[in-house]
């Protein structure tokens, strides 16, 4: 069966089977096309003309966005669409810019939300002309590619569907119990000072001796820092407390595993009958690279090609293992590259409208065949991204190389 048959929509969001399969088709670019020449958060004077960084969050299947000083926080519940332009060049006395565009879909985010990211990041393509190159990113597993773009990463609970979670109707602070871990992200090529501070359940069994904990009970803030934990984690905990502190007043405890009075953190995290001096904790965040203790990928280089040359959409097997040159691409084809650590989909220009329009389906189902193999039980967490011919990114001939 080729494989873009069979594919199905599931009643409620899963990662797993990510409800993007119809885009990509010819009637879906123009109508993406037409869509984006009046879609306001495409038409603000900036996207496509000037170079930075833009976030919008999928509100009720629109648009909103995201406050610049809140860029690099997520919500758990949300979807968001990340634009990062970046000057490549000029072109007749103005700057020529790259992009790339990031949907990222949150661990708890619906099926509309996710739904609609996907198709905004196609539509917002179509307004660049299609020259942008496409990430999807997960939350559990995100790129070093996208990380490297903030200084720091915020993921709490809730999103908008939740309100928050911040005050009642009447205005009056919840009684909340909320802990925060802080860490360096784990993955490669990143920026060096890149951290995470990731909302986990209020649990001992949270705490990791690696790494710092902030716990917030409303009336107290404790920062509980990991006998392992680095200088910069605890650097960043202090930063973090301070802008807590900037909206209520409220007394400040930090202790250091290694002291005894660490213990009351453990207690108030409903530990108090648990006799352990090692905490031990999977980090909610991991890099996408998943390398064996040998420094190899989780699964070997494989190469395919998608191709109507027969009269028929056929998708197959080119090469496995390495190395993989560009000179193994051929412009009347789509390819797609499965690093073991991320999947890319090469676009050639001279490639047939059914091909370029089922790079997509292709690329989830190979996904889905992954994923029924017991050896590579998280592929659904792998970041996809699609690269057209001419307009790859270094990132991508790094992936053929390496």
């Known amino acids: 069966m080729p494989p873009h048959e069979?594919?199905?929509?599931?009643?409620?969001?899963?990662?797993?089977?990510?409800?993007?399969?119809?885009?990509?088709?010819?009637?879906?670019?123009?109508?993406?096309?037409?869509?984006?020449?009046?879609?306001?958060?495409?038409?603000?004077?900036?996207?496509?003309?000037?170079?930075?960084?833009?976030?919008?969050?999928?509100?009720?299947?629109?648009?909103?966005?995201?406050?610049?000083?809140?860029?690099?926080?997520?919500?758990?519940?949300?979807?968001?669409?990340?634009?990062?332009?970046?000057?490549?060049?000029?072109?007749?006395?103005?700057?020529?810019?790259?992009?790339?565009?990031?949907?990222?879909?949150?661990?708890?985010?619906?099926?509309?939300?996710?739904?609609?990211?996907?198709?905004?990041?196609?539509?917002?393509?179509?307004?660049?002309?299609?020259?942008a190159i496409q990430h999807r990113e997960t939350q559990q597993a995100p790129s070093d590619e996208f990380i490297a773009l903030f200084p720091r990463v915020k993921i709490l609970s809730g999103g908008v569907r939740s309100g928050f979670r911040h005050v009642d109707p009447e205005g009056k602070p919840k009684e909340i119990t909320t802990l925060l871990r802080i860490f360096k992200f784990p993955g490669a090529g990143r920026r060096a000072d890149t951290l995470v501070v990731h909302e986990v359940e209020p649990?001992?069994?949270?705490?990791?001796?690696?790494?710092?904990?902030?716990?917030?009970?409303?009336?107290?803030?404790?920062?509980?820092?990991?006998?392992?934990?680095?200088?910069?984690?605890?650097?960043?905990?202090?930063?973090?407390?301070?802008?807590?502190?900037?909206?209520?007043?409220?007394?400040?405890?930090?202790?250091?595993?290694?002291?005894?009075?660490s213990r009351l953190v453990v207690d108030l995290l409903g530990g108090k009958n648990i006799n352990q001096d090692r905490f031990q904790a999977p980090r909610p965040v991991s890099s996408s690279r998943k390398p064996d203790g040998n420094g190899a990928s989780p699964r070997p280089h494989?190469?395919?090609?998608?191709?109507?040359?027969?009269?028929?959409?056929?998708?197959?097997?080119?090469?496995?293992?390495?190395?993989?040159?560009?000179?193994?691409?051929?412009?009347?084809?789509?390819?797609?590259?499965?690093?073991?650590?991320a999947i890319w989909v090469w676009q050639g220009l001279g490639a047939s409208k059914a091909e370029r329009g089922m790079w997509m389906n292709v690329a989830q189902m190979y996904v889905r065949q992954l994923q029924q193999r017991s050896e590579s039980a998280d592929a659904h967490l792998t970041p996809l991204a699609a690269v057209v011919e001419g307009n790859e990114s270094s990132a991508f001939f790094k992936a053929l190389e390496v």
């Open 302 to 341: 494989r190469l395919f090609r998608l191709s109507d040359a027969t009269g028929k959409l056929s998708f197959n097997l080119v090469k496995e293992g390495r190395p993989i040159h560009k000179a193994d691409l051929d412009g009347n084809d789509v390819f797609l590259l499965d690093t073991g650590s």
């Open 203 to 261: 649990t001992w069994q949270s705490l990791d001796d690696d790494d710092v904990f902030i716990l917030d009970k409303g009336e107290k803030i404790w920062v509980w820092q990991g006998k392992k934990c680095s200088p910069i984690e605890k650097a960043k905990a202090a930063q973090v407390v301070h802008d807590l502190t900037l909206a209520k007043h409220v007394d400040v405890e930090v202790l250091s595993q290694t002291e005894s009075r």
């Open 6 to 131: 069979g594919l199905s929509h599931l009643k409620e969001y899963d990662i797993k089977d990510s409800n993007v399969e119809l885009i990509g088709t010819e009637i879906d670019h123009r109508v993406k096309y037409k869509s984006a020449a009046t879609e306001p958060a495409w038409n603000n004077g900036k996207v496509g003309q000037i170079a930075g960084l833009y976030v919008w969050r999928i509100e009720d299947f629109e648009l909103v966005a995201w406050p610049k000083e809140r860029v690099g926080e997520f919500y758990d519940g949300d979807s968001y669409i990340v634009l990062h332009s970046y000057k490549i060049g000029e072109k007749n006395g103005e700057d020529k810019l790259g992009h790339d565009i990031f949907f990222w879909l949150g661990s708890k985010t619906s099926q509309d939300e996710a739904g609609t990211a996907a198709y905004k990041t196609v539509e917002l393509d179509e307004f660049l002309r299609g020259v």
